[in-house]
C-alpha cells in the first residue's frame, strides 16, 4: 500500500521560511521523479516543482528563486525549501510520484501578517 505523509506546514508571516518533507512508503521511490503541487482556494491544483531520481529539478516560475526541491533517497523522502514566502503561496500543498495516482493527504501553509 502506498503512503505519502506530508508535514511541515504551518502559518509563517510574509518573507519567512518553511520546509516541508514527504516521506513515502510502499513504492521504489529512488527510481521516481517527485512533485510537489499545491492548491489554494478557489483555484487548481499546480505543480510546483520536480526533482529526478538523479536530482534534477525544476520549477514553476512563479517560485524559482525562492524554492528548492531536495530529496534523500536513503530515507524515501523529498523536501521543499521555500523561502521569501508571500501571501500568494498560501495553499494545501502535496507531494506526488510522477505519473502516478497517489496523493498524500497534504500540508497546509499559509502565509499571513
Known amino acids: 500500500q502506498v503512503q505519502l505523509v506530508e508535514s511541515g506546514g504551518g502559518l509563517v508571516q510574509p518573507g519567512g521560511s518553511l520546509r516541508l518533507s514527504c516521506t513515502a512508503s510502499?513504492?521504489?521511490?529512488?527510481?521516481?521523479?517527485m512533485a510537489w503541487y499545491r492548491q489554494a482556494p478557489g483555484k487548481q491544483r499546480e505543480l510546483v516543482a520536480t526533482i529526478t531520481s538523479g536530482g534534477s529539478t525544476d520549477y514553476a516560475d512563479s517560485v524559482k528563486g525562492r524554492f528548492t526541491i531536495s530529496r534523500d533517497n536513503a530515507k524515501n523522502t523529498v523536501y521543499l525549501q521555500m523561502n521569501s514566502l508571500k501571501p500568494e503561496d498560501t495553499a494545501v500543498y502535496y507531494c506526488?510520484?510522477?505519473?502516478?495516482?497517489?496523493w498524500g493527504q497534504g500540508t497546509q501553509v499559509t502565509v499571513s501578517p
Open positions: 506526488k510520484p510522477w505519473g502516478t495516482g497517489y
Open positions: 510502499g513504492i521504489m521511490f529512488r527510481i521516481y521523479v
